[in-house]
Nanobody, 127 residues
Framework: QVQLVESGGGLVQPGGSLRLSCAASGFTLDYYAIGWFRQAPGKEREGVSCISSSDGSTYYADSVKGRFTISRDNAKNTVYLQLNSLKPEDTAVYYC????????????????????WGQGTLVTVSS
């Protein structure tokens, strides 16, 4: 079964950290860029970060730049998103998705081209 499974979410205090994982099964991530997205209650889904399949180039939304770090371990078929200096406004369900366009679809908002979305993991930042 082809799927992506996110994990690592939870409740954390402002200023805290979490590491989210996006693990693939049924296919290899080697040839896909991977995007991370989030959707807060009552808000539209937004792109957070993306990592390319070719040279490991990364992209971050302005709202998370300098605080979040995306990385990939193709040997483990997994992509990670390190969340540091978390703020209450980072509270959301975080999703990952496989991007066959090298990251162009993720960065341009053409999300209809993304393949294999995960089910999401909830991050709650609260004191």
């Amino acid at each position: 079964q082809v799927q992506l499974v996110e994990s690592g979410g939870g409740l954390v205090q402002p200023g805290g950290s979490l590491r989210l994982s996006c693990a693939a099964s049924g296919f290899t991530l080697d040839y896909y860029a991977i995007g991370w997205f989030r959707q807060a209650p009552g808000k539209e889904r937004e792109g957070v970060s993306c990592i390319s399949s070719s040279d490991g180039s990364t992209y971050y939304a302005d709202s998370v730049k300098g605080r979040f770090t995306i990385s990939r371990d193709n040997a483990k078929n997994t992509v990670y998103l390190q969340l540091n200096s978390l703020k209450p406004e980072d509270t959301a369900v975080y999703y990952c998705a496989a991007d066959p366009t090298g990251g162009i679809a993720t960065m341009s908002g053409a999300w209809e081209y993304l393949e294999v979305w995960g089910q999401g993991t909830l991050v709650t930042v609260s004191s």
